[in-house]
């Protein structure tokens, strides 16, 4: 694995806090190289004689980004807020896919052989005007938004082939607040509009999607309080999802986008309880999801090819039950802090239906004295079922002393110095049923030093009202 990117940004803030704030950032990340090279033997049940395989992929490009925010305060506390935000990105993906027969360790003609290279030049603008009005117990908001997508990607290995996506995305909502004692309300109403169109083959889609939302929450005292919450979202098909440009993955499994696609709704109802006991504080809550027609993969088995293609499904529902608890075991000394997940899930899609059934969380303990924090943590990651693939980040433990002193901060730990660092995938397909980790058998020590230095004048501190998005989309190459 070879990872290395580069961040700079500069900003520039205006801050007049009872009428105006003014925020503008510019940044450019750039990638250096992302790349992941497997080398190994691919052993055949039938006997056969085994196959030298090496399968690579990554990308590496440039994204450049600028942000504005203004913010207006009018009298009768009224606030007009504005902001813009664009990315651009410049760069390519690649893979490499060899299969060679390998004969008492001496490599012969490739047998399989594929080369991917896709060079992007893809744009993305999103904009957002909010109206704000308060009164003492309540508050109204209105506001609209609007996101363009503009992609442009040109397959090399494919005589230079090219691919355009264009996404629009138009939003209206209202929403109003307002607090009754103990109580308080929140209740608004969106509108989506979705519209894409892919110019070498004018196919496209239009759609207009409600998006409502509300959340009420009670205080019993400062020690006890619920919230329920009911959001909704709307989900486009991505650049990788619906390029029908195809792509071969390997020997027998090739990748072929859709562009029949459309936009998909998500909805999700949590209820919270909040508690606040004598050493003792946290939260035990309830989520309930369902993507009644969820963008998943689907595979299909093809004149002898196995094809990665995608639908809208027959839906993803879950359940979980979470509990995030922190306990001072001994005041100003001794913490523990935690939190736990029970999920259960149906994933719906064509000639299939799956389940899954998985908990995941975190723990940490953190002894603190005289400047010194011994810490503690063990993570077990959420199992994610999408499609017909449950897949887990990282399952790591870590132990880390460190000492502050001044301006400076020194630190010193082992990643991994239990058991065995995992994340991975399980494929739970009829046409390609297996199972891929991801694993690292060793301790990772490491150390660290901070200082921080300041001067001159600090900036006085503003938070934004409104934070608008804009994320300019990639291509994916390979990936066996």
Request: hydrophobic share 35%.
């Amino acid at each position: 694995m070879d990872n290395s990117f580069g961040n700079v940004w500069a900003s520039y803030s205006y801050i007049r806090p009872d009428t105006t704030v003014f925020m503008a950032e510019f940044g450019m990340f750039h990638k250096f190289t992302d790349r992941f090279t497997y080398n190994g033997l691919l052993s055949l049940s039938d006997g056969s004689d085994d196959i030298s395989l090496t399968d690579s992929h990554g990308d590496k490009g440039s994204t450049p980004t600028l942000s504005l925010y203004w913010q207006q305060n009018f009298r009768n506390r009224q606030t007009l807020v504005l902001n813009f935000n664009s990315s651009f990105y410049f760069g390519r993906s690649y893979s490499d896919y060899i299969e060679r027969p390998d004969a008492g360790g001496g490599l012969m003609e490739a047998m399989t052989d594929i080369h991917t290279m896709i060079r992007d030049r893809n744009q993305a603008y999103a904009i957002e005007a909010d109206y704000i009005k308060a009164w003492r117990n309540a508050r109204f908001t209105a506001g609209a938004s609007y996101t363009a997508n503009r992609n442009r990607s040109e397959y090399e290995n494919l005589d230079g082939r090219i691919f355009h996506q264009r996404q629009d995305k138009v939003y209206f909502f209202a929403e109003y607040f307002h607090r009754f004692g103990k109580w308080t309300a929140t209740a608004g109403m969106g509108a989506q509009y979705t519209g894409f169109l892919f110019k070498e083959t004018d196919q496209g889609s239009e759609s207009w999607s409600a998006r409502p939302q509300a959340t009420v929450t009670y205080s019993l005292n400062q020690n006890h309080n619920f919230r329920l919450n009911f959001t909704s979202w709307q989900s486009t098909p991505s650049l990788a999802e619906t390029n029908v440009v195809p792509q071969q993955l390997d020997g027998f499994q090739w990748r072929v986008g859709n562009q029949n696609l459309k936009t998909a709704n998500s909805y999700m109802l949590t209820f919270r309880y909040g508690f606040n006991l004598p050493r003792t504080s946290g939260s035990f809550g309830i989520r309930a999801f369902t993507s009644p027609n969820a963008i998943t993969p689907l595979l299909l088995w093809d004149n002898e090819r196995l094809i990665t293609t995608y639908e809208n499904s027959r839906g993803l529902q879950n359940l979980s039950f979470f509990l995030a608890p922190q306990i001072e075991i001994v005041p100003e000394w001794l913490m523990a802090s935690g939190y736990v997940q029970y999920r259960m899930e149906r994933m719906r899609g064509t000639g299939y239906t799956h389940y899954s059934n998985a908990w995941s969380g975190n723990a940490q303990i953190r002894l603190m004295h005289w400047g010194f924090v011994l810490s503690g943590q063990y993570v077990r990651s959420q199992r994610d079922l999408w499609g017909e693939k449950i897949s887990w980040g990282e399952n790591l433990n870590i132990i880390e002393l460190s000492y502050n002193w001044r301006s400076w901060q020194f630190g010193a730990g082992v990643i991994m110095p239990f058991g065995e660092y995992d994340q991975g995938s399980r494929s739970l397909s009829r046409w390609n049923r297996n199972e891929q980790h991801m694993r690292l058998d060793m301790r990772m020590p490491y150390v660290s030093v901070s200082y921080n230095l300041q001067w001159g004048r600090q900036k006085q501190g503003a938070q934004k009202l409104v934070d608008v998005s804009a994320d300019a989309d990639r291509s994916t190459a390979g990936g066996r």
